[in-house]
C-alpha cells in the first residue's frame, strides 16, 4: 500500500530540515507507483504528481510537521481538492419538478441508487417521482417498482401488455405527470449495455434532450478502476453529464476511479453509494475519499494531532509570556502569522471573550489585514536581538527598520508604542481572567 511504501521512503526523510528536491523526487516516484497500484489511470497520474512536485517545492517547513508528514500533508491536500474541495450539492429547477436522470453502464448501479436518491430527497421534504426508462431488460421496470416501494415513492412506469414502449416517450410523459400531481423531482432511469453501446447512448441523449434535466448525472462502479477513464468519456462525449455518483464503495475498491473521472471529465463527484440497503448514500465526502485513495488515515490523523497539539503549545507558551508581561516582538510576529492561517483577522479576534467590550471594540476596528502586512513588515526588518528585547530599539535602529521595510519612521514609532501599551494590558488582562494560572502549570 500506498503508507508502506511511503513510510520507507519517508524513513529517509525524518530529522531532515527542509524538502530538498532529491527528496521530493523519491517521495514522488513511490506516490506515482502508490497510485498506479490503486487503479488510478496513468495521464491522471502524472498530472497529479506534476502538480503534486511544484507544491512541495514552494512549501514552506512548519514547525508542527517533519518533513515526511509534511509531504504526506500535501500529497493529501493536493488529492482534496482534485477531487472537488467542498462538495456541491444537487441543483434544482427554478420551478419544479426537477429532472435528475441516471446514466451509466449496465450493473453500475442506477436503478439502486435511484432508490435511495429518492429515499434522501424524500427525508429532506421533498417529493419525488421515479420514471422507469430501462425498457431494454425484462425485469428492469419491475426492480424500479420495488426499489420505490421500498423508498415509500411513487414510480411512473409503461402500463403492463402495451409491449415495448419507447423510453424517451416514457421519460416524457413521466415529466409530464410530475407537473400534473405536484411531484417536485423527477428521477428518470435509464438502460445501459455492459459495454458502451452506440444505440443506447443515443437512446440517453435522446431522453436528455427530451426532458432536459437539471442534473444528468453518470453512475460509475468505483470497481472498474482505469476502465472509468474510458466509460467516461464516452458518456461524456455520447450523452453529456453535470455530475457524477460513484457506486460499490463497500467493495474493495481504493477509488482510483474516482480521481480519474474527475481529472478526465472535470465534472463534480456529487453522491457516494456504498452497499445495497437504501441508507447505504451520502454525498461525496472529498477529504473521505483522498485519505481511501491513499490507504493512511492513520497517518493523517496523527499528523492533524501534532498540527492542533503545535498550535496549543505556542498558544500556551504565549500566554504565559503574557502573564509575565515578557512577550517579545518575536513572539508578537508568530502569533499573528498563527491567526492569520485561520482566516481574516476582525473574524477571529470578534470571538474573543470581552470582543464587545468598549474598549476592545475599538481596537479591533483598527485592525485590519493590510495593516497587519505593514506591521509584519516592520518585525522582519528588525534583528533577533531587537525583536526579543524593544527597549533596544533606539531613533538610529527605527530609522533603519523604516528604511529597510518601506515605512516611514512615525509606524516604527508607533509600532513600538503600541506593543509596549498592548504588553502591559495583556498582563492585566491575563491576571483579570486568569490565564497566568492555566499557562503556567500547562507549560
Ligand atoms: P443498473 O444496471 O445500473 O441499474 O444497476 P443496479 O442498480 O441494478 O445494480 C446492479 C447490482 O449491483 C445489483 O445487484 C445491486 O444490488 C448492486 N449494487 C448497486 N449499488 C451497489 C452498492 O453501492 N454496493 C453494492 N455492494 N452493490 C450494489
Ligand atoms: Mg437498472
Redesign the pocket.
Known amino acids: 500500500t500506498l503508507s508502506e511504501r511511503l513510510g520507507a521512503t519517508l524513513a529517509n526523510l525524518r530529522g531532515k530540515g527542509r524538502l530538498s528536491d532529491a527528496d521530493i523526487d523519491t517521495t514522488a516516484r513511490e506516490i506515482r507507483i502508490a497510485l498506479l497500484e490503486a487503479d488510478v489511470a496513468l495521464p491522471v497520474v502524472r498530472g497529479f504528481i506534476a502538480r503534486v512536485k511544484e507544491r512541495a517545492k514552494g512549501v514552506e517547513v512548519s514547525g508542527a510537521l517533519n518533513p515526511a508528514q509534511q509531504v504526506v500533508k500535501i500529497v493529501n491536500d493536493e488529492l482534496v481538492t482534485v477531487l472537488g474541495g467542498e462538495t456541491r450539492r444537487i441543483r434544482f429547477a427554478k420551478e419544479p419538478p426537477s429532472v435528475v436522470m441516471l446514466a ?11 432508490g435511495k436518491l429518492a429515499h434522501w430527497l424524500k427525508g429532506q421534504g421533498h417529493a419525488p417521482l421515479l420514471v422507469a426508462c ?1 425498457l431494454q431488460r425484462p425485469n ?1 421496470v419491475t ?1 424500479l417498482q420495488i426499489v420505490g416501494e421500498r423508498a415509500g415513492v411513487t414510480t411512473f412506469a409503461p402500463e403492463p401488455g402495451n409491449g415495448v414502449g419507447d423510453p424517451v416517450d416514457v421519460a416524457r410523459r413521466g415529466v409530464a405527470h410530475a407537473r400534473e400531481k405536484m411531484f417536485d423531482i423527477v428521477i428518470i ?1 435509464t438502460a ?1 449495455r455492459l459495454g458502451v453501446d452506440e444505440e443506447l447512448m443515443r437512446q440517453a441523449s435522446d431522453i436528455r434532450e427530451a426532458t432536459r434535466p437539471d442534473e444528468t448525472l453518470f ?1 460509475v462502479d468505483a470497481m472498474i478502476g482505469q476502465d472509468a477513464v474510458a466509460t467516461a468519456e464516452a458518456f461524456r462525449d455520447g450523452v453529456g453529464f453535470t455530475g457524477v455518483v460513484l ?5 474493495d475498491a481504493r477509488g482510483g476511479a474516482a480521481l480519474s473521472v474527475r481529472e478526465v471529465t472535470g465534472q463534480p463527484i456529487l453522491f457516494a ?4 440497503k437504501l441508507a ?1 448514500f451520502d454525498v461525496f465526502h472529498p477529504d473521505r475519499m483522498a485519505s481511501r485513495i491513499l490507504g493512511m488515515g492513520d497517518l493523517l490523523t496523527l499528523i492533524e494531532q501534532a498540527e492542533s497539539a503545535f498550535d496549543q503549545e505556542q498558544a500556551a507558551a504565549t500566554a504565559a509570556k503574557m502573564s509575565t508581561g515578557e512577550l517579545s516582538l518575536e513572539d508578537f510576529l508568530e502569533q499573528m502569522l498563527a491567526i492569520r492561517k485561520m482566516g481574516p483577522i476582525g473574524n477571529i479576534l470578534g470571538m474573543l471573550p470581552g470582543a464587545n467590550s468598549g474598549q476592545m471594540k475599538e481596537a479591533l476596528a483598527q485592525v485590519d489585514d493590510r495593516r497587519l502586512d505593514r506591521l509584519q513588515a516592520i518585525i522582519r526588518g528588525m534583528t533577533p536581538a531587537e525583536r526579543a528585547d524593544p527597549k533596544m530599539i533606539n531613533g538610529s535602529r527605527r530609522l533603519r527598520i523604516a528604511n529597510g521595510s518601506g515605512v516611514s519612521v512615525n509606524e516604527v514609532n508607533e509600532l513600538v508604542k503600541n506593543f509596549f501599551e498592548a504588553r502591559k494590558q495583556m498582563k492585566q488582562m491575563a491576571g483579570q481572567f486568569g490565564f497566568g494560572g492555566a499557562a503556567r502549570s500547562a507549560t
Do not use: I
Open positions: 451509466g453502464l449496465q450493473g453500475s448501479g442506477k436503478t439502486t441508487l435511484a430501462d428492469a426492480q432511469d445501459g453512475v457506486t460499490k464503495l463497500d467493495g453509494s456504498s452497499g445495497e447505504d
